[in-house]
Nanobody
């Protein structure tokens, strides 16, 4: 099973930037779709996703401000967050999304999360 560890969170002023990292072990992360999600007020919402072919998808709320990317040599997925707003505050989680291989389907795997706090 893949293990994911997020890092890079912290406290930042509105308008500032942070880069989150999701480091994987146990699997080659580039083979899978990987997403970033954030939990706010008890609910987890989609932020961004990168698929194995490199295509990216973003939530409307972060489009144009956040960039998801991957470094295959480091087996790491990044989330570059620019022009941060107070509304971006939350716990950010990395997830290897669910997938099917042959006749078997596998549930998504979550990291432990990293706190991002944006002050106005």
């Amino acid at each position: 099973q893949v293990q994911l560890v997020e890092s890079g969170g912290g406290l930042v002023q509105a308008g500032g930037s942070l880069r989150l990292s999701c480091a994987a072990s146990g699997r080659t992360l580039s083979l899978f779709a990987v997403g970033w999600y954030r939990q706010v007020r008890g609910e987890r919402e989609f932020v961004a996703r990168i698929i194995s072919g490199g295509r990216t998808v973003y939530a409307d709320s972060v489009k144009g401000r956040f960039t998801i990317s991957r470094d295959n040599a480091q087996n790491t997925v990044f989330l570059q967050m620019d022009s941060l707003k107070s509304e971006d505050t939350g716990v950010y989680y990395c997830r290897r999304d669910s997938y099917c291989s042959g006749s078997a389907c596998h549930a998504g795997a979550w990291g432990q999360g990293t706190q991002v706090t944006v002050s106005s």
